[in-house]
């Protein structure tokens, strides 16, 4: 009896990590404008759709949807397209110096993976360096129980190119404020941060805390394109993570840009109507409760097969009723 319970144990965990979990990856892309012209374009959403179904969390930029109904119609084709998991986001302000040019960042996420547990947009109000952004970030904080990590906070960043080496260094600070407000080190800073070719120079570097900081990683590889165009390859869009411990909960070299031309066999031209940049994207590791689950839940596939089907059936019974208790 003991065993056989141990082995409904594993069987159930086995499901559930079959059910809850593949890597947790999370986004970021700058749309190009996205607001009613695309959305209204029905082959840019459905690769839209397409590329954004694929992350638990995704950072949208250069969203400039005035009339609020760009964002709801992405969603509701998100939902319709991918029916195991269902999609909500959350939007900051318009965000900008000038009245007739503003953006906004919005993040799209799986309500079954994550919760929204704050937000917090930054007042850009700082002693000394009053306005040192153009949109200034949007921060939101996670809670993701599949993951290693648990719960993180990102903070997004479209830098204006002619001053990326300046709002560079001023997201330190936002990180720094984060850190203390929310008591956490498990901070992600990602987006189209403008930061490769001609508008970060070499020499400028030694000056970004956000580059020099030690306990910062910068995840996505150097002379990684992320850029549509055939005749530029630049590393403008970045993910950096602070601290130890969220660099251990990442999926080593998963971080890389999303080439959905190469994946959808688009030509140039077609995908520059989807966006000039490819996303960049990463991957959280499982929580080590579902990976004990897979591996105690293979074994338990392998058992229940040579005790027969009776057991079997009462694995999956046990595990439809586990189910229905749990969600
Ligand atoms: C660049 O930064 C300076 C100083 O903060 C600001 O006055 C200027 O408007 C910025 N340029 C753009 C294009 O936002
Ligand atoms: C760097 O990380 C250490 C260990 O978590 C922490 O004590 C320290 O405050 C961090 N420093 C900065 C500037 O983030």
Request: hydrophobic share 40%; proline share 4%.
């Amino acid at each position: 009896m003991r065993s056989s319970s141990l082995l409904l144990l594993s069987f159930l965990l086995g499901m559930c990590d079959v059910q809850g979990a593949s890597d947790f990856r999370i986004c970021a892309f700058n749309l190009h404008h996205y607001g009613d012209s695309k959305s209204q374009n029905s082959i840019v959403m459905s690769i839209l759709t397409k590329i954004i179904a694929r992350c638990d969390v995704c950072l949208l930029m250069e969203v400039r949807d005035t009339k609020e109904k760009a964002v709801p119609l992405l969603i509701n084709s998100l939902n319709s397209y991918d029916t195991d998991h269902d999609y909500s986001s959350v939007s900051s302000g318009r965000l900008g110096r000038s009245a007739g040019y503003q953006e906004q960042y919005v993040f799209v996420y799986r309500t079954n993976t994550v919760t929204v547990t704050g937000q917090y947009q930054y007042p850009d109000d700082r002693p000394g360096d009053v306005d040192a952004f153009s949109r200034e970030p949007f921060v939101v904080r996670f809670k993701a129980p599949t993951t290693d990590i648990k719960e993180f906070v990102l903070i997004p960043q479209h830098t204006t190119p002619v001053n990326t080496t300046k709002e560079l260094d001023a997201l330190y600070d936002v990180l720094q404020d984060v850190r203390k407000m929310w008591k956490t080190e498990n901070v992600m800073l990602l987006g189209d941060f403008n930061a490769d070719c001609g508008y970060l120079a070499k020499k400028n570097k030694k000056n970004v805390r956000l580059i020099t900081e030690k306990n910062l990683t910068w995840l996505i590889p150097e002379n990684s394109d992320t850029t549509v165009r055939l005749s530029t390859s630049c590393t403008y869009d970045r993910i950096v993570v602070n601290g130890e411990k969220f660099a251990g909960a990442v999926v080593p070299s998963s971080a890389t840009p999303f080439n959905f031309q190469v994946e959808y066999q688009l030509t140039e031209e077609q995908a520059l109507e989807v966006s000039d940049h490819y996303p960049v994207e990463v991957l959280l590791k499982n929580s080590g409760l579902l990976k004990v689950g897979r591996m105690l839940g293979n074994a338990a596939f392998k058992v229940s097969s040579t005790v027969g089907i009776p057991l079997a059936l009462m694995f999956v019974l046990s595990s439809l009723v586990f189910q229905m208790l749990w969600s």
